[in-house]
């Protein structure tokens, strides 16, 4: 059994929901970056969201954006992205989701990725511009070395598409809150929860949903319908506040407002 699957049957068996937050991988230097992402894992995230930079993300708003800009000019590809979760598997067994763009994947290659990732722990890879035959593909490489293909739903999402991409997903489906680039939002619609009540027609895998989620009352809210709640863009800015010497202590203390257990898990470590 996969970690991924393995995590959501936990807790799912303990009575408790998911909460996967989200980082651009080399921001804001590979090295900082790496302890952030094990700062995440010490404190209780139960899925690590690792994003690939890219220099044109049109998925994602201006906060992620420029720490893909950050993280380029830090000297990060896909090569140290992967390098980065090899040393991180030396500490820590949180599953850990790649999240890119098709186009740094193809230069590097989808075979020698799938064959990568299963080598150094890489659970799962989302691919936000991958759809219908081309993601069908991914997927069955990625499957053959037991790594998930995390698949994106929208409030926009038809039920013919949410059929077909349910029948390539595996690990959990990716719910986006509403349409429209990331980004943190003071206030949710109710999109998501219609969404995540429809994709349920057509898969059993658990449902994250990410997207604009910033404040512990949202991820509360989410809770109640989805099985896991994806925080990035909130982490990411709290990056972009700080420098090398102060944001692995500033994202924790983020971590802390978010969610008391938190706190505890980092005081008992």
Request: net charge negative; with cysteine.
């Amino acid at each position: 059994m996969n970690r991924i699957k393995k995590r959501f049957e936990d807790l799912k068996g303990e009575g408790r929901k998911g909460f996967i937050p989200f980082v651009t991988a080399g921001d804001p230097d590979i090295e900082t970056s790496l302890e952030i992402i094990l700062k995440l894992a010490e404190c209780g995230a139960d899925v690590i969201e690792l994003g690939v930079p890219f220099s044109d993300p049109m998925a994602d708003g201006p906060t992620i954006q420029r720490s893909s800009q950050r993280a380029l000019a830090s000297g990060t590809n896909l090569k140290a992205v992967l390098q980065i979760v090899r040393q991180f598997r030396t500490h820590a067994a949180t599953p850990i989701v790649l999240f890119s763009y098709l186009n740094p994947l193809m230069q590097f290659g989808i075979e020698k990725l799938a064959d990568t990732a299963a080598e150094i722990g890489v659970d799962a890879i989302l691919v936000t511009d991958a759809v219908d035959v081309e993601a069908k593909e991914i997927s069955e490489l990625l499957s053959a070395k037991d790594v998930d293909l995390i698949s994106l739903i929208a409030p926009t999402t038809t039920d013919e598409r949410l059929k077909c991409i349910s029948d390539s997903a595996s690990g959990f489906v990716y719910a986006v809150s509403r349409a429209g680039v990331t980004g943190a939002r003071a206030e949710m619609s109710n999109a998501a929860e219609e969404l995540v009540e429809r994709a349920r027609k057509f898969t059993d895998l658990p449902i994250a949903v990410g997207f604009g989620i910033s404040t512990r009352a949202q991820i509360l809210d989410v809770w109640r319908y989805a099985d896991a709640a994806v925080v990035g863009s909130a982490i990411v800015a709290e990056i972009e506040r700080s420098d090398s010497s102060n944001a692995v202590a500033n994202v924790e203390r983020f971590l802390h407002s978010l969610l008391p257990q938190f706190a505890k898990a980092s005081d008992e470590i």
